[in-house]
C-alpha cells in the first residue's frame, strides 16, 4: 500500500518570498507522483506530474518539484510565490502499472498555502 | 469543452434520506473515481470504475454505492444518509495522458 505525507498542514509566506512545501511518500512498489491545487470552493487542477526521467519537474504557475527516490520525497517549490498563488496543495501518488495510464490517487493531507502581501 | 460536471452544486439532506450525486465526463474517459474531501483529511477514494460495467471499492466505500452504465456517467448514490457523511464530494475521470480531471464538487449536509 502507498501512503503520502505532507509536512506541514499550513504554511505562511510573505508576497516574493520563496517557498517549498514538503511531501513525502511510502511505497513498496514504483510510483507516480502529482501535485494538485485546489482553490477556495472549486475543484482539483494538476500542477505537475512525475512520471520518470528527470528528477526535477517543472509544472504551471511557476511551480517545480524534485522527486528524490532515495529521500522517498516530492518536495514542491516556487523562487518566488504571489497573492494568487493563496490556495491548498495536495500530493498524490499511485502505484506504477505497465502499461496503464489511471489508477487510484492516494492523497495527502493537503498544506494550505497562505501568502501575504 | 464541459470537462468533468456535478450536479448539484449544494444539498442538504435529513438524516436517512436517499439521494444520487451526478456525475458526467465528455472527454471519453474509461476511469472514473469518487472521493469525498474533510477538513484536515484531504481526500479519500469511495469508489472507482475503469469502464462501463466495471466498478471497485475504494477506501471509504461504506454506505456508498455506485454504478457505471455509460462511458459518460458515473452517480454516487447515498442509500440512507448520515450525519458522517456531511462531505463535500469530488468526482474525476481520466484518460492516456496520467493526469485526472477533477469536477468542481458537490458540498453535502446531513442534518
Known amino acids: 500500500a502507498q501512503s503520502v505525507t505532507q509536512l506541514d498542514s499550513q504554511v505562511p509566506v510573505f508576497e516574493e518570498a520563496p517557498v517549498e512545501l514538503r511531501c513525502n511518500y511510502s511505497?513498496?512498489?514504483?510510483?507516480?507522483l502529482f501535485w494538485y491545487v485546489q482553490y477556495p470552493n472549486q475543484g482539483l487542477q494538476l500542477l505537475l506530474k512525475?512520471?520518470?526521467?528527470?528528477?526535477l519537474v517543472k509544472g504551471i504557475n511557476g511551480f517545480e518539484a524534485e522527486f528524490n527516490k532515495s529521500q522517498t520525497s516530492f518536495h514542491l517549490r516556487k523562487p518566488s510565490v504571489h497573492i494568487s498563488d493563496t490556495a491548498e496543495y495536495f500530493c498524490?501518488?499511485?502505484?506504477?502499472?505497465?502499461?496503464?495510464?489511471?489508477?487510484?490517487?492516494?492523497f495527502g493531507k493537503g498544506t494550505k498555502l497562505s501568502v501575504k502581501p | 469543452n464541459a470537462g468533468v460536471t456535478q450536479t448539484p452544486k449544494f444539498q442538504v439532506l435529513k438524516t436517512g434520506q436517499s439521494m444520487t450525486l451526478q456525475c458526467a465526463q465528455d472527454m471519453n474517459h474509461e476511469y472514473m473515481s469518487w472521493y469525498r474531501q474533510d477538513p484536515g483529511m484531504g481526500l479519500r477514494l469511495i469508489h472507482y470504475?475503469?469502464?462501463?460495467?466495471?466498478?471497485d471499492q475504494g477506501e471509504v466505500p461504506n454506505g456508498y454505492n455506485v454504478s457505471r452504465s455509460t462511458t459518460e456517467d458515473f452517480p454516487l448514490r447515498l442509500l440512507s444518509a448520515a450525519p458522517s457523511q456531511t462531505s463535500v464530494y469530488f468526482c474525476?475521470?481520466?484518460?492516456?495522458?496520467?493526469?485526472?480531471?477533477f469536477g468542481p464538487g458537490t458540498r453535502l449536509t446531513v442534518t
Open positions: 474525476a475521470s481520466g484518460g492516456s495522458s496520467y493526469e485526472q480531471y
Open positions: 511505497s513498496s512498489v514504483s510510483v507516480y
Open positions: 470504475s475503469v469502464g462501463a460495467g466495471i466498478t
Open positions: 498524490a501518488v499511485r502505484r506504477y502499472y505497465y502499461g496503464g495510464s489511471q489508477g487510484n490517487l492516494i
Open positions: 512525475y512520471l520518470s526521467g528527470s528528477t
